[in-house]
């Protein structure tokens, strides 16, 4: 066969012929953009629908039972009285609240839950198998509503269920009002979590995995038993809702500067003494919730009151001020380590080594609060000195600061 296009277009022009009768002689085209196609929508596990499709079943049946037991109940009634006429007994309504539904839901024993594939019905007697619990209905209902939203609040649980089918798509967890000694580490594992409630739960410490959560907006965990915040969830830039209210925290790093997203910040009931410089930077803040903490003035000369720099720290600076860095290195590897452990005095901007002395000077008109206590940490006892007699110079360079991280910003 010769393969042309005049032959292709005489083949063309007869199939038109023969289907519209010669009265159609060109092929209409339609071009779709992929962009009109509808998302695909991500497919459930099997036996999540099997299982749907079991409990209107079983709810079925047991609504016509009762249906059927009813009647005949109003027969027997009806029979000492006058005749029973089955017209008069289906006009009757029906009370839909007899019919509890948890009652059909806790049939579920586990093993059809976990994936195991089944032959028959998995509503069994009680004393035949493993009666499945509320919270893995809960995650069944998540499943069932495309798995984004999951609220397990006061299910007085002190282990995370499996959420594996989750981990992908679940946005909002709500774990409050539960009995987790440890904080759940799975849950840094829900690459695309947004909000995180851990209200009322007997936790002492948050682990460092939480800086995985990078899409974190909302962390709630109030009324627990955190003494201090790990450096790495400062690490959470898309955090805007902060809430450590009424634990046992007293104190707070500077390096919670690097929350630009932070709007909302609450360690209202804590043992904080004062908020660190850091918080000055925190442009996007509105609302700060500061009381139930040891912020009173007349705490503040207890509270400032620290032991002397030591004398290992006193050398370390002598030592940064008087030698250049090259010199370092003739030094040996003990004073080499003190010497990389250098930080920045928040008086005067110079070296800091070790914790430095502690000194409270109160900013006002901050976050909408009259006054905000912040702790200002200096590097001797001569920058104590200067800048405690003189507060009027730790708010000029609170200023030049802010105004310096803004532009480099």
Not at 125 to 154: F, Y
Not at 174 to 183: C, D, E, M, P, Q
Not at 225 to 251: A, C, E, F, G
Not at 343 to 372: N, T
Request: some cysteine.
């Amino acid at each position: 066969m010769i393969r042309s296009q005049h032959t292709y277009r005489k083949l063309v022009d007869l199939f038109l012929y023969e289907l519209h009768s010669g009265q159609q002689d060109q092929v209409t085209n339609q071009i779709f953009s992929w962009e009109d196609l509808p998302q695909a929508q991500r497919r459930f596990p099997q036996i999540i629908y099997e299982l749907v499709a079991q409990v209107r079943m079983e709810l079925q049946a047991r609504i016509e039972s009762r249906r059927s037991t009813e009647k005949s109940l109003i027969q027997t009634q009806q029979n000492s009285v006058e005749p029973w006429t089955e017209n008069k007994s289906q006009t009757e309504p029906i009370n839909l609240h007899l019919y509890p539904v948890n009652e059909v839901m806790s049939c579920f024993p586990v093993k059809f839950f976990q994936g195991s594939c089944r032959s028959s019905s998995p509503f069994l007697a009680a004393a035949e198998c493993v009666m499945i619990s509320l919270t893995e209905l809960a995650i069944i209902e998540c499943l069932t509503k495309h798995g984004t939203s999951l609220n397990l609040k006061a299910h007085f649980i002190s282990q995370l269920p499996d959420l594996f089918l989750l981990r992908q798509n679940l946005l909002y967890l709500n774990l409050s009002f539960n009995s987790f000694t440890v904080f759940p580490v799975e849950v840094c594992e829900l690459a695309r979590l947004e909000v995180l409630k851990l209200r009322d739960n007997p936790i002492e410490e948050i682990p460092a995995d939480i800086q995985k959560l990078l899409n974190l907006k909302t962390l709630i965990i109030s009324f627990c038993k955190i003494r201090s915040l790990p450096s790495q969830l400062y690490h959470l830039t898309s955090l805007q809702h902060l809430d450590v209210s009424y634990n046992l925290i007293s104190s707070l790093s500077s390096e919670i500067k690097n929350l630009r997203s932070l709007q909302y910040l609450s360690v209202e009931g804590n043992q904080v003494e004062a908020l660190p410089v850091g918080v000055v930077y925190l442009r996007c803040v509105s609302e700060l919730r500061l009381g139930g903490n040891y912020t009173h003035p007349l705490l503040w000369i207890l509270t400032s009151s620290t032991s002397p720099p030591s004398l290992t720290h006193t050398a370390a600076r002598a030592l940064t001020l008087t030698h250049t860095p090259k010199q370092h290195s003739n030094l040996p590897p003990a004073a080499q380590l003190i010497l990389s452990r250098v930080g920045v005095c928040e008086c005067c901007g110079g070296v800091l080594f070790g914790p430095g002395l502690k000194l409270i000077h109160p900013v006002q008109d901050l976050f909408g609060l009259r006054s905000v206590p912040i702790l200002f940490q200096s590097c001797s006892t001569s920058c104590f000195s200067t800048f405690r007699n003189q507060p009027h110079l730790l708010t000029q360079t609170l200023l030049t600061r802010k105004t310096t991280n803004k532009q480099q910003l």
